[in-house]
């Protein structure tokens, strides 16, 4: 299994997205993205969303991406511009 990360900005652009959001379901207290295409991705369920974030990518399938913390000094992520 090859697995990538991708910035907000990047995985938004790969899934033609606008925008994303950090959805919580009260019925079973479970985190999601949710796409404004109203698509579901996974999202790591103790995110810091202060913390930096990106899109785990598991063998280049985005219908499997996660939102997942990473931290600052083992992130693949070379951090360009805060947009």
Do not use: H, W
């Not at 295409?37 to 369920?45: H, I, S, W």
């Not at 103790?46 to 913390?69: E, T």
């Amino acid at each position: 299994m090859t697995v990538n990360f991708l910035s907000v900005a990047a995985f938004k652009k790969a899934i033609g997205a606008a925008k994303l959001t950090v959805v919580l379901n009260s019925k079973t207290s479970k985190l999601s993205v949710l796409s404004d295409e109203d698509v579901f991705y996974r999202c790591q369920q103790s995110i810091n969303l202060k913390g930096r974030v990106a899109f785990l990518v598991p063998d280049g399938d985005l219908d499997n991406a996660c939102l997942v913390n990473v931290k600052e000094g083992n992130s693949p992520l070379q951090m360009k511009a805060e947009l």
